[in-house]
């Protein structure tokens, strides 16, 4: 196949792209930045016509920075580190993500030395079939010369890309101007974003987060649960990476790792929301308010290693103002989740009379059984339901919806190592079980006493989560009827199976 030509580039392209950009005071600051990026898309805009010219930085300490056009990183672009050199998979990804975005021709270019990529440069344009093989060819050749240029930016310190107010954040203003960003945000991402662009100035990173005791003794991430969970509920793995983290505090109440994968650890992220491989160092410290739980505000770098003592001492001196925003979201998050679960109480009680009335009808357990589980799918949302009895001596019986087998035929098991414990101590009022977290569990309860469990499983979740009122009012009526049953399976002589 014939190779096409690419028209050699121009002296007015040398004088735009070779220059290092430097002011008379040291690193290069954000207007001269924004000015020669104008400058660049514009003269290569000549030869090649783009709606889009984004630049991206790879500093030498690590991580990402977006060099412009900084309204970008409004909407959340998450780009691969070099490690050392982008892979060509993260660079398909990137561009279809700007496809997504309305694009309909995208580009994407690596500014590549002998070992590592400087930076990053997406064309895009709104027009399809734009940027053929002449184009990409002649776009490569013109970044190319911009090699000198990324070399200067990526030895530069992050303020020198700082915009609008965090370009005058300084160790020393810093607890201020986090608390004016924090204040700004009116929910949980939203803080975060706002406190990760005053920071980033400071202590550079790829991941904010910040970690509240939740529900059932796990934690939360204020960045908030995945779709259709509510607020506050957590997922184990989350939860157990979370207290590893927090096990690793030093006594000055901040937590320091270089290298997660090399202990085994990773990102805490709900799968459903993103991916957490690309994070390996983490900063953290406490927030704390006097009489509440600890909370921590966590920091990720996508090199390992890139955190020193100075960001120790940054996050100190904001932990204070963090941790009072952080508790007054927690609260209203909390008030929202309060509200929502007595509204579905109210919608619940006509139901639940009529669930009532007709389990005090009916005498054969087959039909109140079956009676009961028609109104939780109508009711609460749920696709089935089962029910856990104990069994005498630390065993406990799965009863399936719709299996009238005598209980002492059904199999049994063991209590402890089930993971019900606390809830059949009455530790724990509710637990949340499934893969995808869409199963409920509430205790059983007659007289006091705790019989065993009812489980509502495959639930259809609307945004405040689980219905725990409502399937505890659900779980009480049927409790008596259950205990029957249980009772006389106890005190019958035939011994059970057991598995």
Not at 321 to 327: F, I, N, P, T
């Amino acid at each position: 196949m014939k190779a096409t030509p690419v028209p050699p580039t121009t002296s007015a392209h040398r004088g735009l792209l070779v220059p290092v950009l430097r002011t008379e005071d040291g690193p290069p600051d954000v207007v001269a930045v924004t000015a020669w990026h104008l400058a660049l898309s514009n003269l290569i805009g000549v030869d090649v016509p783009h709606d889009l010219l984004a630049l991206w930085v790879f500093p030498e300490r690590g991580g990402v920075v977006l060099l412009a056009p900084h309204e970008l990183g409004r909407d959340n672009l998450e780009l691969a580190p070099a490690t050392p050199f982008v892979s060509q998979h993260d660079l398909f990804a990137l561009e279809e993500r700007i496809r997504q975005a309305g694009y309909r021709s995208v580009l994407a270019i690596p500014i590549r030395v002998s070992d590592r990529d400087l930076g990053l440069a997406v064309f895009a344009h709104l027009q399809p079939a734009k940027f053929g093989a002449v184009e990409a060819m002649r776009l490569t050749a013109m970044m190319r010369q911009a090699v000198p240029t990324f070399l200067a930016l990526s030895a530069a310190p992050p303020l020198a890309f700082a915009a609008g107010p965090a370009a005058n954040v300084t160790a020393t203003n810093a607890p201020e101007a986090v608390a004016r960003a924090a204040a700004e945000g009116e929910n949980g991402p939203e803080v975060l974003r706002l406190v990760s662009g005053v920071l980033q100035v400071l202590v550079p990173h790829d991941r904010i987060e910040v970690a509240l005791p939740g529900s059932n003794g796990t934690w939360a991430l204020l960045s908030g649960a995945p779709e259709g969970k509510r607020w506050g509920e957590s997922t184990g793995e989350v939860s157990q990476t979370i207290t590893g983290f927090v096990a690793r505090a030093a006594e000055d109440d901040t937590i320091a790792i270089g290298d997660l994968r090399a202990l085994g650890l990773g990102w805490p992220a709900y799968r459903e929301t993103r991916s957490n491989g690309r994070v390996h160092a983490l900063i953290g410290v406490r927030l704390c308010v006097a009489g509440t739980e600890d909370s921590w505000l966590l920091l990720g770098g996508a090199a390992p290693d890139i955190y020193r003592p100075v960001d120790r001492e940054v996050l100190k001196s904001i932990a204070p103002v963090m941790a009072l925003r952080v508790q007054g979201l927690r609260a209203s998050l909390s008030a929202e989740v309060a509200r929502s679960q007595a509204a579905s109480s109210q919608v619940s009680q006509s139901r639940a009379a009529r669930i009532a009335s007709s389990l005090a009808g009916t005498a054969h357990w087959g039909e109140a059984v079956t009676y009961f589980v028609k109104d939780v799918r109508d009711s609460l949302g749920y696709q089935d339901a089962r029910f856990i009895l104990r069994f005498g001596d630390g065993r406990i019986v799965i009863v399936p919806a719709g299996d009238l087998r005598a209980l002492s035929s059904l199999p049994s098991s063991e209590i402890d190592g089930s993971g019900l414990e606390a809830l059949f101590e009455g530790i724990a009022p509710f637990m949340v079980a499934g893969d995808n977290g869409n199963d409920l569990l509430v205790p059983l309860r007659v007289a006091g006493r705790v019989i065993g469990a009812l489980e509502l499983l495959d639930g259809t979740l609307v945004a405040s989560g689980h219905p725990v009122t409502a399937a505890q009012l659900f779980a009480d009526l049927i409790a008596p009827h259950l205990e029957l049953v249980r009772r006389s399976a106890i005190e019958a002589p035939r011994p059970l199976r057991t598995t």
